[in-house]
Antibody
Framework: EVQLVESGGGLVQPGRSLRLSCAAS????????MHWVRQAPGKGLEWVSG????????GYADSVKGRFTISRDNAKNSLYLQMNSLRAEDTALYYC??????????????WGQGTLVTVSS | DIVMTQTPLSSPVTLGQPASISCRSS???????????LSWLQQRPGQPPRLLIY???NRFSGVPDRFSGSGAGTDFTLNISRVEAEDVGVYYC?????????FGQGTKVEIK
């Protein structure tokens, strides 16, 4: 059974940093692209970042480019999102999602339950 | 960035009746590899999103066959042949042809 468990969220002041983690199990993590998607309270889905299966391709939403960095550790079956210079508008539930086999994230087929990030002074 | 526009934004439907959601992209979603990376997701209240359809018309594992996808290029449609109570939620289209990936605004399906 595919499982994705996000962690690392919490309350953080504007301008500070936070690192999210996603622990994956139930599939061969190193063979799949991965995504981070967020959802602000009461709002729609916003794709944040993605990484191909071999880390050869990464992408970012314009709203986070230059501030957030996605990475993966295939040996640890883990996905990460380093978030710097956080702003109030980054407040959201952050989901980790599994992408396509040996691709760059053509779809997102399994999702975690999310970790909540609140940016406030 | 590719802009995804869904219509309608709200769709009250009668149980057992069909429903249809349109998604239009600002650019063609045909990738240089020949695939069209357009998917549909359902988000029930209080739940994470769930993949329904990928690459325009491929139904994901476990998805009932009352859900179907169609379209090409820039115009895509999700059809529900007979709406059931469990179909209530918000539906999103998503493009993954180009970075950054983008979602439509979401269409809320509710029962009349």
């Amino acid at each position: 059974e595919v499982q994705l468990v996000e962690s690392g969220g919490g309350l953080v002041q504007p301008g500070r940093s936070l690192r999210l983690s996603c622990a994956a199990s139930g599939f061969t993590f190193g063979d799949y692209a991965m995504h981070w998607v967020r959802q602000a309270p009461g709002k729609g889905l916003e794709w944040v970042s993605g990484v191909s299966w071999n880390s050869g391709n990464t992408g970012y939403a314009d709203s986070v480019k230059g501030r957030f960095t996605i990475s993966r550790d295939n040996a640890k079956n883990s996905l990460y999102l380093q978030m710097n210079s956080l702003r109030a508008e980054d407040t959201a539930l952050y989901y980790c999602a599994k992408g396509d086999y040996r691709g760059s994230g053509g779809y997102a087929d399994y999702w975690g339950q999310g970790t909540l990030v609140t940016v406030s002074s | 960035d590719i802009v995804m526009t869904q219509t309608p934004l709200s769709s009250p439907v009668t149980l057992g009746q069909p429903a249809s959601i349109s998604c239009r992209s600002s650019q063609s979603l045909v990738h240089r590899d020949g695939n069209t990376y357009l998917s549909w997701l359902q988000q029930r209240p209080g739940q994470p999103p769930r993949l329904l359809i990928y690459n325009i018309f491929n139904r994901f594992s476990g998805v009932p066959d009352r859900f179907s996808g169609s379209g090409a290029g820039t115009d895509f449609t999700l059809n529900i042949s007979r709406v059931e109570a469990e179909d209530v939620g918000v539906y999103y289209c998503m493009q993954a042809t180009q970075y950054p990936r983008t979602f439509g605004q979401g269409t809320k399906v509710e029962i009349k």
